[in-house]
């Protein structure tokens, strides 16, 4: 019987906990918002009892820049101060893992995805099916035969589990390494990436379906009419 390894991406999933109750926030009687840390165990227990990982771990991005500022001194440049009450609940939530016996992976200058990501790759094998818990589109390049996304259910759905079938239909590319090229072009708000003006989603997944590759795009600018081809140029 394989192993089942779940990677969770914990500030993904603690700000997606601390959101779910903007509107309803939990408080408890020493006045602190305690929805992050609700929201967290909930979504912990839950992937405990219905998927019974035979390995876990919880990765944190550490704080201050990563090796990406220096390649882009403006990547999350536009990010929002982190909520003092995700701040304050940060530490509650690690002192519960540590009671759960469930180990803490933080390592200064990477975030939580490159780590979770290198550990899918070194462990995903016949015998070990690898499980990254996110809500984050990003992972979807790291999908393989032994390695999935497991985006935590929503507002009482089931968790949707992605595999190389789903990546692939989900992007209409053939490989999900090709999630590189669509988010290149596509760029990610969230993350100050700028991409090429005027592409979304849908125009980069039909370009990269057609091409194959950036590289390939820049190959064939000449094909391109108006203003994408302009747009590539620049």
């Known amino acids: 019987m394989s192993n089942k390894i779940f990677f969770l991406d914990a500030y993904a999933l603690i700000f997606r906990a601390y959101y779910a109750f903007i509107k309803n926030p939990r408080i408890n009687s020493k006045k602190i918002n305690t929805s992050a840390v609700f929201g967290f165990v909930n979504t912990l227990e839950d992937v405990l009892k219905r998927e019974q990982p035979t390995h876990i771990a919880v990765a944190f991005d550490p704080s201050g820049p990563n090796f990406r500022h220096d390649m882009f001194p403006e990547y ?104 590189i090229d669509i988010l290149a072009l596509w760029g990610d708000k969230v993350d100050n990436i700028p991409g090429v003006p005027g592409v979304g989603e849908k125009t980069a997944a039909n370009l990269i379906a057609k091409y194959g590759d950036i590289e390939n795009i820049i190959k064939n600018i000449s094909q391109l009419k108006g203003k994408k081809k302009e747009s590539f140029e620049n």
């Open 76 to 179: 999350k440049a536009n990010r929002e101060a982190t909520p003092e009450d995700i701040k304050v609940a940060v530490p509650y939530i690690k002192q519960i893992l540590e009671a759960y016996r469930i180990p803490i992976i933080q390592i200064a200058g990477y975030e939580a995805d490159d780590v979770i990501g290198t550990l899918a790759k070194k462990f995903a094998n016949a015998d070990n099916q690898v499980y990254m818990m996110t809500p984050d589109k990003d992972y979807g390049q790291l999908v393989d035969e032994n390695i999935f996304m497991y985006k935590p259910p929503h507002s009482g759905n089931v968790p949707e589990v992605l595999g190389v079938k789903e990546v692939n239909e989900k992007f209409g590319i053939d490989n999900p390494i090709k999630v």
